[in-house]
């Protein structure tokens, strides 16, 4: 099946630094991807929407300053945290669609762990 | 807009009792409907999910789910608990266009043997 892959699984930064974090469709291409962040025992809250070659589309309150967005291919979408702050320790998970099938469903990335220190 | 309440943010089943997940959305056009499950710092795995035809939607690990729209619920059932089943599941909806999902707070499943 349908397997996006998202590098690394956790990270750990020092505060004012920059992490780079990768989404990647394996087996499918993906004209749009979604980058979530949950905080412990929470839900996934929606922070932007990636579309290839094009700006990505920011939810209300999110920073697009901070959270730097690129999805330059098909099958790649990177986030990126600029000069990372302890609050920005959290989980952040990507999901992607295939474009090729209308209704099929998002498939989503494990997941990695950012804590800032 | 769409919205979703998951009813209970924790559950607990004895093995081999009935899981029963309430979900209650609000949206102004036809909805996408879907049940996640995540395991500890993984990412969600898709249960099943409702677009259109056969309200009654069976799903992996022996779930189902049946939308309602009269009163706009999507609750989530199964018969037997497993040890397995232990984890956060997700109730999701989108307007099936753009597919923007927004996500219930969740509700934690635990298994007692």
């Known amino acids: 099946g349908a397997v996006v892959s998202q590098h690394p699984s956790w990270v750990i930064c020092k505060s004012g630094t920059s992490v780079k974090i990768e989404c990647r469709s394996l087996d499918f291409q993906a004209t749009t991807m979604f980058w979530y962040r949950q905080f412990p025992k929470q839900s996934l809250m929606l922070m932007a929407t990636s579309n290839e070659g094009s700006k990505a589309t920011y939810e209300q309150g999110v920073e697009k300053d901070k959270f730097l967005i690129n999805h330059a291919s098909l099958t790649l979408s990177t986030l990126t945290v600029t000069s990372a702050h302890p609050e920005d320790s959290s989980f952040y998970i990507c999901s992607a669609r295939d474009r090729r099938q209308g209704n099929s469903p998002l498939h989503f990335g494990n997941g990695t762990r950012l804590t800032v220190t | 807009a769409q919205s979703v309440t998951q009813l209970g943010s924790h559950v607990s089943v004895s093995e081999g009792a009935l899981v029963l997940l309430r979900c209650n959305y609000s949206s102004s056009v036809p909805p996408y409907l879907f049940w996640y499950v995540q395991y500890p710092n993984q990412g969600l795995q898709l249960l099943l999910k409702?677009?259109?035809?056969?309200?009654l939607v069976k799903g992996i690990n022996g779930f189902e789910a049946e939308f309602k729209k009269s009163e706009t619920s999507f609750h989530l059932t199964k018969p037997s608990a497993h040890m397995s089943d232990a984890a956060e599941y997700f109730c999701a909806v989108s307007d099936g266009n753009d597919y923007k999902l927004s996500f219930g707070a969740g509700t934690t499943v635990t298994v007692r043997a």
């Open positions: 409702y677009t259109t035809g056969a309200t």
